[in-house]
């Protein structure tokens, strides 16, 4: 269970609205359904960018569904160890809607173990 007084959050406060270094729009060009494609998507997000939910394309589809969609695969690492943090990140391929997916990332603990006098 989550602690106020031991967690804190760490969120990235690059809005639009900065003027230093604004985030970027990932732009969707004539989408499609992504589950027709039958290669593997590969990730097509950088940090500062954002990304908004649209139709598919009319002339492919008829606008009938919304992308991307949600990648709902299980995001656990195995054997069970604490996280460090969460990652949300778009996938597919050129002409595709694509997935948002979510990555996480191992808390390191050698961090804290003594190794002295271990060659």
Known sequence: MM?????YWISN??????AKNPRQEINLHSPDDP?????????DSLPDTFMRFIPTDRVKDVAQLTVPFFDSQTVAPTPSSWLSGIELFHKGQPGSGGFLAMKVFNYDVTLHMELAGYI
């Open 3 to 7: 602690q106020p007084t031991k967690s």
């Open 13 to 18: 406060d690059n809005t639009p609205a900065m």
């Open 35 to 43: 589950t027709k494609f039958p290669a593997l998507s590969k990730i």
